[in-house]
């Protein structure tokens, strides 16, 4: 998320690596923009699969076979949120190819709560299995009309693949979060 720092989702994180997921979490350069966003998480997925791989990553190389690269599931929230939808349509553009994993590895992108910013031919999930989470009370991201839900359910009505949605009633954008705001 814009301005969060990303040790701020360690209580997804933790819940995550309980069923036996590696979870990564890394700082997002969301300031200039959710295309920002989506380079980073392009950009980290790449080093760590290559750090895991050369055995640099949780000592001597603790992870080193340890990950199933190919079912990477991203998640970002709000600008970060655009970001990873972004990032899957840049490699279904074929303008980002990536060097340590393909688009067929990407077996799920969720979305909390997303910004959209950049529209139709930049933020799209295309047919990658696709998950929204919305909360109802979100006063962050709200579409031009002043619904609060518009503008979230953007990304979701252009996933062409699997979608599914979830809306968490009574929360706001800065519940998903553990850093205030």
């Known amino acids: 998320g ?3 720092w990303y040790e701020h989702y360690d209580h997804i994180g933790n819940h995550l690596a309980s069923y036996g997921y590696v979870v990564m979490s890394h700082k ?11 380079t980073t998480t392009l950009a980290h997925t790449g080093a760590l699969i290559d750090q895991v791989a050369a055995g640099a990553i949780a000592g001597a190389g603790a992870l080193t076979g340890n990950i199933d690269t190919d079912r990477i599931v991203w ?10 939808a972004i990032a899957y349509d840049r490699m279904f553009d074929g303008t980002y190819v990536p060097t340590n994993f393909a688009m067929a590895d990407i077996k799920l992108i969720s ?19 696709y998950h929204l989470w919305t909360a109802s009370g979100d006063s ?9 839900l518009c503008q979230t359910f953007h990304l979701h009505d252009r996933a062409t693949g699997n979608r599914q949605s979830t809306v968490v009633q009574g929360t706001g954008h800065g ?6 705001g």
Do not use: K, Q, Y
């Open 75 to 84: 998640i970002g929230h709000s600008r970060g949120a655009e970001g990873v």
């Open 111 to 129: 979305s909390m709560l997303p910004t959209d910013f950049t529209g139709t031919d930049t933020a799209n999930p295309h047919n990658a299995n």
């Open 28 to 38: 997002n350069n969301t300031g200039p923009g959710p295309v920002s966003a989506s």
């Open 175 to 180: 519940w998903f979060h553990n850093g205030g």
């Open 2 to 4: 814009n301005g969060h």
């Open 140 to 148: 962050d991201v709200d579409g031009s009309a002043g619904c609060d």
